[in-house]
């Protein structure tokens, strides 16, 4: 079955950077793009980027562009995300969500638990 | 970037009621529109694809619809474990953007 699995909380002082990881298993990494979304506390979701497992492509939206770089491993099966020069409003729960394609939708199909990422001085 | 407007933001119902939430595109998207549920300290799940495609293993009471701009999710009779907030999200182009999304508690 698939899973999809990320690192642990972190706590991080403004100006740092942050590297959270996903890992997956139970089918073939490279068939499909993954995505991370973003939700600050008690707020909605936010799309951050995505990345194509395949080729390793990405795009990011506007709102995180220089900030952010996604990356992939293909020999792990793992995706990851880097967000530099971090904010207080950039706590928020960080999820990594595994794509499908059906009837020519995307969609995300498989969600790991989220990773608490903690601003704070 | 494509504005999704969800309607109510919050709604209060009754088991065995039917709900209906509403989401609206800023531009056309075809059917282009995804359906999710999210419980409180659980990721979201989805529900529906393509506007109208139910997920696997989502109940059968869970059914959406339209096209272009206008979207429908409709619970056709309201279980305990349905309160929850539930989130359109639009797959036309990047970014993929999320409505604000809706909260149904227990009238």
């Known amino acids: 079955q698939v899973q999809v699995v990320q690192s642990g909380a972190e706590v991080k002082k403004p100006g740092a950077s942050v590297k959270v990881s996903c890992k997956t298993s139970?089918?073939?990494?490279?068939?499909?793009?993954i995505s991370w979304v973003r939700q600050a506390p008690g707020q909605g979701l936010e799309w951050v980027g995505w990345?194509?497992?395949?080729?390793?492509?990405?795009n990011y939206a506007q709102k995180f562009q220089g900030r952010v770089t996604l990356t992939r491993d293909t020999s792990t099966s793992t995706a990851y995300m880097e967000l530099r020069s971090l904010r207080s409003d950039d706590t928020a729960i960080y999820y990594c969500?595994?794509?499908?394609?059906?009837?020519?939708?995307?969609?995300?199909?498989?969600w790991g638990q989220g990773t608490l990422v903690t601003v704070s001085t | 970037d494509i504005q999704m407007t969800q309607s109510p933001s919050s709604l209060s119902a009754s088991v065995g009621d039917r709900v209906t939430i509403t989401c609206r595109a800023s531009?056309?998207?075809?059917?282009?529109l995804n359906w999710y549920q999210q419980k409180p300290g659980k990721a979201p799940k989805v529900l529906i694809y393509?506007?109208?495609s139910l997920q696997s293993g989502v109940p059968s009471r869970f059914s959406g619809s339209g096209s272009g701009t206008d979207f429908t999710l409709t619970i056709s009779s309201l279980q305990p474990e349905d309160f929850a907030t539930y989130y359109c999200?639009?797959?036309?182009?990047?970014?993929?953007?999320f409505g604000q999304g809706t909260k149904v508690d227990l009238k």
């Open positions: 393509a506007a109208s």
């Open positions: 139970g089918y073939t990494f490279t068939t499909y793009g």
């Open positions: 999200q639009q797959s036309y182009n990047a970014p993929r953007t």
């Open positions: 990345i194509s497992a395949y080729y390793g492509s990405t």
């Open positions: 969500a595994r794509e499908s394609e059906e009837m020519g939708t995307v969609f995300f199909s498989y």
């Open positions: 531009q056309s998207i075809s059917n282009y």
